[in-house]
């Protein structure tokens, strides 16, 4: 079993849409939990992290988890089609870090 | 633009070959990473240097060597390359050794082993 699992899409909305994506994990030592954008042949840019359960809101975004059900969420609102990209979950026990495969995201005008 | 600096973009080469990729931290940061990203794999955690010193490994297997210079650049090594080496290969870098949670990447090296 993979350390961190997420539905790798591709998932298709129109402009406009929350979009939630989603990723599992299965060590409860995990301590951070980010999210990163990845463009096309570009480099994982980083959305937001979070520390413990709970929500952050970042502008549309929302970063959402739940430790006792080692499951963690991202939600766009009001998306956009610049939001088109693969978005990357990930997580950390002390130096050691792992990323789920991407979820491959379209937003259509 | 992370303000993270990767060379070369693009690389070709033989099965049975060594390779140097090379990689420039944001200005200030001290932690280097080093991640594999190939399609079937995801990204994998290869190798992480703080200030000149390795902090921790993650999947790096042996004929891959890595090493943070005094001017904070860091190289990645990979010898005996084989078919399956071929992948993305990114490098991040973060203020310090424990602000993993802030890495900010580059944007890769894409190794090809034919």
């Known amino acids: 079993q993979k350390e961190v699992e997420q539905d790798p899409g591709p998932l298709s909305v129109p402009e406009g849409a929350i979009v939630s994506l989603n990723c599992t994990y299965s060590?409860?030592?995990?301590?951070?939990f980010m999210w990163y954008r990845q463009y096309s042949r570009k480099g994982p840019e980083l959305l937001m992290y979070?520390?413990?359960?709970g929500n952050k809101e970042d502008g549309r975004f929302t970063a959402q988890v739940d430790k006792s059900s080692k499951y963690i969420s991202l939600f766009i609102r009001d998306s956009q089609p610049s939001d088109s990209a693969t978005y990357l979950c990930?997580?950390?026990?002390?130096?050691?870090?792992?990323f789920g495969t991407g979820t491959s995201l379209t937003v259509i005008p | 633009d992370s303000g993270v600096t990767q060379t070369p973009k693009h690389l070709i080469t033989a099965t049975g070959q060594r390779v140097t990729l090379r990689c420039s931290p944001r200005?200030?940061?001290?932690?280097v990473y080093w991640y594999q990203q190939s399609l079937d794999q995801g990204l994998q955690f290869l190798i992480q240097?703080?200030?000149?010193?390795?902090?921790a490994k993650g999947n790096i297997l042996e004929r891959f060597s890595a090493q943070q210079f005094p001017d904070l650049h860091s190289e990645l090594n990979l010898s005996s390359l084989e078919l399956g080496d071929s992948a993305l290969y990114f490098c991040?870098?973060?203020?310090?050794?424990?602000?993993?949670?802030?890495?900010?990447f580059g944007p890769g090296t894409r190794l090809t082993v034919l």
């Open positions: 991040a870098s973060s203020v310090d050794s424990r602000s993993y949670n802030e890495q900010f």
């Open positions: 060590n409860s030592a995990f301590q951070y």
């Open positions: 979070t520390y413990s359960s």
């Open positions: 990930a997580m950390n026990t002390g130096n050691q870090f792992y």
């Open positions: 200005s200030g940061d001290l932690s």
């Open positions: 240097y703080y200030n000149g010193e390795e902090r």
